[in-house]
């Protein structure tokens, strides 16, 4: 988990709301503030079909000159929904989904406070989000591509040769076990 420095942001910030929308159907509240410790917390509210659905993230996640942190909220039966959270050079952000459709995410202005932009917009559930495009002042542009594990690719997104059986680097038998990483652990 990533957290911002104490002496980065205004500790005397209360949650408000730093940015709303509305498309497709789904109405939405973005809400920053900073818990006891000064760690950054923004919680997404949304109204989709009548369910009204509420995700957190805790931590701003923009060091070493980062332009943008992002998470796609997939909660239990409502669409996903994408929360951007970007600096303030940044002025806008087109998300690109797997079809190859783009959509402009409107940002919020900057939030002196946080020094952050806020903003997000409803993702459909068959067409995932592969890449945001950021721009800004002075030519300031930047792709970044989400990278996704094979195995939970789509059907049809994914070229037929690129979900087969990856062959072994070097020739010859290859030992068994070669190539099986095992899981980090915390602790």
Do not use: K
Not at 34 to 57: I, N, S
Not at 138 to 152: A, I, N, T
Not at 161 to 167: H, M, N, R
Request: net charge negative; proline share 11%.
């Amino acid at each position: 988990m990533n957290y911002v420095r104490l002496d980065e942001l205004d500790l005397a910030a209360h949650p408000r709301a730093v940015s709303e929308g509305f498309a497709d159907g789904m109405q939405w509240s973005i809400r920053a503030e900073c818990d006891r410790a000064g760690v950054l917390y923004t919680v997404v509210t949304y109204t989709c079909g009548g369910a009204v659905t509420t995700f957190g993230v805790l931590g701003a996640s923009l060091h070493n000159g980062q332009l943008l942190s992002l998470w796609v909220g997939r909660e239990r039966d409502v669409r996903p929904f994408l929360l951007l959270r970007t600096a303030p050079a940044v002025t806008h952000a087109t998300a690109v989904l797997a079809s190859g459709d783009r959509h402009e995410v409107a940002l919020s202005p900057v939030v002196e406070s946080f020094r952050l932009r806020f903003g997000g917009m409803p993702l459909r559930e068959d067409d995932p989000l592969v890449s945001v495009e950021l721009a800004g002042p002075e030519g300031l542009s930047q792709d970044v591509e989400l990278w996704r594990p094979p195995r939970l690719a789509r059907p049809g997104l994914v070229p037929p040769a690129a979900s087969g059986p990856v062959p072994p680097a070097a020739s010859g038998p290859v030992p068994p076990g070669a190539g099986w990483v095992p899981p980090a652990r915390n602790g």
